[in-house]
Nanobody
């Protein structure tokens, strides 16, 4: 079992920044992939960003490319999402996800490839 816990959400004005953190604990295999998804009210959960453990390969949704940066600290089993130039459309519950394998990175946009999920953290961007 793997436990996934997010932190760092909050309220921020448009144009501001936030940094989310996600810590994984338990049977965290040395080879894994961690990602971020988000779900806005009335919308389906969507992919945001993902990163592998072996070589820090990253992949982003077009909507956040150039504004968000995903990174990780393997020693701490922690992944971060630095979010800059936030706009109201970024308002959502952000979920961290853990996959105990590394598929080709472009496949990791699919939520079903992740076995473990956090409870989510709310990010609200005011206009």
């Amino acid at each position: 079992q793997v436990q996934v816990v997010e932190s760092g959400g909050g309220l921020v004005p448009a144009g501001g920044s936030l940094r989310l953190s996600c810590a994984a604990s338990g049977r965290t295999f040395s080879t894994n992939t961690m990602g971020w998804f988000r779900q806005a009210p009335g919308k389906e959960r969507e992919f945001v960003a993902t990163i592998t453990s072996s070589d820090d390969t990253t992949y982003y949704a077009d909507s956040v490319k150039g504004r968000f940066t995903i990174s990780r600290d393997n020693a701490k089993n922690t992944v971060y999402l630095q979010m800059n130039s936030l706009n109201p459309e970024d308002t959502a519950v952000y979920y961290c996800a853990f996959a105990s394998v590394e598929w080709p990175i472009r496949f990791m946009v699919n939520s079903w490839r992740y076995e473990y999920w956090g409870q989510g953290t709310q990010v609200t961007v005011s206009s």
